[in-house]
């Protein structure tokens, strides 16, 4: 049964009125889309236009690949290797599975929505954005990277989690999947995958998907709330 369980009795038809009223509503969700869709346009802008900062983007990833070392190395292709196609797919079945086992089967459309529409946005943006990089000595990253695949599958992956977890595990699934999300990230740049930029939209194209689907699940909330168990 979808919904959260209460400590009364059967609810009242006036309060379970009530309380579907009182649902945050989605304005605030599509608010978040909408600065994510604006912040990556500028951002692919100035990347792609504003030559200081085209240098500045190949000197961050310069710095980075400073870090570069075998123990290093081996960490930062561990975690890219958990995006993998097929182990984004099991990841992806082991969140559908985890909320349907706690009936929320609109949650369940949500992560399936954000996890396959985020990164089939990114690389459908690839070649459509490309733009040439500064080249600072031997790094050289191709045209076609804006955004970031694996950032964007990153923070997909985390942002459904939350989605899924239990209200009271949130703050520990988004405080651990931030740290994988930023770690997936600092990879990229350390063996020269990406651009700076790259990693940035990314993140920006996994969150306007996720927010969008909030968006959609508080909607759907208030238009069909969900049965609640006494």
């Keep these: 049964m979808q919904g959260h369980a209460y400590t009364a009795g059967t609810m009242s038809p006036a309060r379970s009125h009530a309380t579907a009223a009182d649902r945050p509503g989605a304005a605030s969700a599509l608010v978040v889309a909408g600065l994510c869709l604006l ?5 692919w802008a100035i990347a792609d236009l504003v030559p200081a900062a085209q240098f500045k983007d190949a000197l961050a990833l310069q710095d980075f690949t400073r870090l570069s070392r075998p123990g290093v190395d081996t960490v930062a292709n561990f975690l890219l290797h958990l995006l993998d196609p097929r182990e984004f797919i099991l990841w992806g079945i082991a969140l559908v599975a985890v909320a349907l086992a706690r009936e929320r089967a609109r949650v369940a459309l949500a992560v399936i929505a954000v996890m396959g ?10 070649p459509l954005v490309a733009h040439p990089h500064v080249e600072l000595g031997a790094l050289q990253i191709g045209a076609a990277s804006w955004p970031s695949g694996h950032a964007t599958a990153a923070l997909a992956l985390v942002l459904s ?36 930029s790259d990693v940035l939209g990314g993140y920006l194209v996994a969150t306007f998907w996720a927010a969008l689907a909030v968006a959609a699940l508080r909607a759907a909330d208030r238009r069909w709330p969900p049965r609640v168990s006494s």
């Design 117 to 126: 529409l985020a990164p089939f946005t990114a690389e459908t943006l690839k």
């Design 39 to 43: 912040a990556g346009a500028l951002l």
């Design 161 to 196: 989690a939350v989605l899924v977890a239990p209200p009271r595990l949130r703050a520990i699934v988004a405080g651990f999947g931030g740290l994988f999300a930023l770690g997936v990230g600092c990879s990229l740049l350390i063996l020269a995958w990406h651009m700076p």
